[in-house]
Structure formats: structure tokens, C-alpha cells
């Protein structure tokens, strides 16, 4: 029991308290946006997992011994239910699993259509008001329009795209640092991370942690193609970009991701800023182990429910 309300414990404080501790980390260990994509990530994982297990430890706790011992090979599920009188319990937690994953899978699979849907529509818009060049040896879409702009589409016949003003007003370093942000998001898988965030904040609204991803992760996957394409064209040729394309206030459709994306002053401000030291692999491992840890206290949790009682059957 005392593991369980350990488990219970950490899961609460962790959906309360993880984004301060993780924008805390940041801050202090001066981590790179990889590294906390990362972290958010794992964080959003473990939160979910956490939970499930968190369910299958309150079915094992309300089913009595005599269940836990069938699952250990010991007596029959249905037997056991009848017996302990738990059917109460077993269908209490059987319904919020059910609840929790017929509402995440019925959120994903609106979203999934609605992009789709967003998507055949561009796609079949550029495929009347573009066309296909080569820029800097990357295959993009030209869109004549005036205002400077750049975004990426993930999806067949898709891909990075650009306007004529941002042709027009944008010099060549400034333009491959543009193509290789974009490039960046699209090689990164960057629209699968920021979709799964807000999916789980959809899905479980209410929850700080996932509130605080929805919030953080799409700013990170920003910072994190800004750092590839200094790396490829120069921190103040990707700056003098991102001024110019904020400046327009163009932008691309709502499921795009875009170079002038997420808040541009803070990104100008972290090109034109020296960076501080890097956070060493230890300070991060201890970062990933804190993450893991209510889930790692739910399972043990739940392997005890188990094991425990089978123990006191055998003996």
C-alpha cells in the first residue's frame, strides 16, 4: 500500500510541478532545445504511462488477493472477482482506462482528419498557384506572393515552401538559413512532436504538464531548426531572416511549420547572444531519471500488488 500511495504521490506532484522543474533545469543547466525536446517528450510519455499503470495498480489493490494471485497463476479472474465481491471495483477501474483511452484515440483520430483534410486542401493549392524550383539544391514550392514567408508541410507532394518576397527580399545566406530551418523541421519529424502534445492536452485538458508541453514544445522545435541552420548559414544571417519575415507578418496555414514561428524576438535574442555552457550528459542523465521516476514507482507499485500476495499464497 505504502508504494502505491508513493506512486499515486509522485504522479500528482509530477503533473502539478514537472514544467517548473523542467523550465528550471533549462534555465539553470543551460540545455540545448534538442535536449529538452527531448525531456518534454519523455515527460509526456511517462506521465501516460505512469497513469495506465497507476490503473492497473488500483484493479490489483480493489480485486483483492485472490485476482493478484491469478495472475500469477494461481486461481481463476472470474472466480476471483466473484468471490472477493470486487466486480464493483474491477468496473471502476475498467471504466476510466476505457474513458482515458477512448478519449485520447478519439481526439487523435479527429486531428489526424482534420490535417488531412488541411492538407489535401494546400496541397491542392499549390499544385494551382505554385510551382517547383530549386533553390540552394532544395526542391521547393514558389508562391508569387509579395510578402516575405516560408514554412514547411510534412506529406507527399509537400514539403518547404516559399514565396516571392521572401526571394525578393531575403540575400543568399539569409535564404539558406531559411531553407535550412525548414529542412531541419523536416527531417526532425518536428510536426509529430508538437501533434502530440497538443493532442494529450486536448485529450486530458486540466493537467499542468501537458498544458505547459503544448505551450513549450512548439517554441522548442523552433529554437531547435534555428540552431541547425546556424550552424549551416550563420547566426546573423538566420536573425536578419527572422527579422525580416516577423516584420511582414505573413505566415504560413495552421498546420505548417514556419520560420517565423513562435515568439521572434527571443529567437533573434538567442542568435545574436553568446551561449552560455552546456549541460554536461551527467546533469541531463539526472534530468531523464527524475522524468522516469513516477513511472518507475508505479510499476514497482504495481509488481509488489502482485508479488506480495502471490508470495503469501504460495507460502
Known amino acids: ?18 514544467a517548473r ?11 540545448t532545445a534538442r535536449a529538452m525536446l527531448a525531456l518534454w ?8 504511462l505512469a497513469c495506465a499503470v497507476l490503473l492497473a495498480t488500483l484493479a490489483t489493490r480493489v480485486m483483492g488477493p485472490g485476482v493478484k494471485a491469478f495472475v500469477a497463476a494461481c486461481v481463476d479472474l472470474f472466480q476471483a472477482v466473484h468471490q472477493n465481491g470486487a466486480a464493483s471495483g474491477v468496473a471502476a477501474a475498467g471504466l476510466l482506462g476505457t474513458a482515458g483511452l477512448a478519449r485520447l484515440s478519439w481526439t487523435a483520430v479527429r486531428r489526424r482528419r482534420t490535417r488531412r483534410a488541411q492538407a489535401r486542401e494546400h496541397g491542392r493549392a499549390l499544385a494551382a498557384g505554385g510551382h517547383r524550383r530549386t533553390l540552394h539544391l532544395d526542391r521547393v514550392w514558389l508562391v508569387e506572393h509579395p510578402e516575405p514567408a516560408a514554412y514547411c508541410m510534412p ?16 540575400t543568399g545566406p539569409e535564404l539558406r538559413a531559411v531553407l535550412a530551418h525548414e529542412r531541419a523541421h523536416l527531417r526532425g519529424h518536428h510536426h509529430l512532436l508538437v501533434t502530440w502534445t497538443r493532442l494529450l492536452d486536448t485529450a486530458f485538458p486540466g493537467v499542468p504538464l501537458l498544458r505547459a508541453a503544448a505551450r513549450e514544445v512548439p517554441e522548442l522545435v523552433e529554437w531547435a531548426a534555428d540552431d541547425r541552420a546556424a550552424r549551416e548559414a550563420g547566426p546573423h544571417a538566420l536573425a536578419h531572416a527572422l527579422g525580416i519575415m516577423a516584420a511582414s507578418g505573413a505566415r504560413g496555414p495552421d498546420p505548417a511549420l514556419s520560420a517565423e514561428g513562435a515568439c521572434p524576438v527571443r529567437r533573434v535574442r538567442r ?18 531519471l527524475v522524468v522516469v521516476l513516477p513511472l518507475a514507482l508505479a510499476v514497482l507499485a504495481t509488481a509488489l500488488n502482485v508479488v506480495v500476495p502471490y508470495c503469501e499464497c504460495v507460502g
Do not use: E, K, N, Y
Open 1 to 18: 500500500m505504502t508504494w502505491s500511495v508513493a506512486a499515486l504521490a509522485a504522479v500528482v506532484l509530477w503533473s502539478a510541478a514537472g
Open 155 to 170: 506529406g507527399r507532394g509537400l514539403g518547404i515552401v516559399v514565396t516571392r518576397g521572401a526571394l525578393d527580399r531575403l
Open 41 to 48: 517528450t519523455l515527460a509526456t510519455v511517462t506521465w501516460l
Open 21 to 31: 522543474a523542467l523550465r528550471a533545469f533549462q534555465l539553470r543547466a543551460g540545455a
Open 271 to 288: 542568435q545574436v547572444q553568446p551561449p552560455g555552457p552546456p549541460a554536461g550528459w551527467a546533469a541531463h542523465a539526472g534530468a531523464a
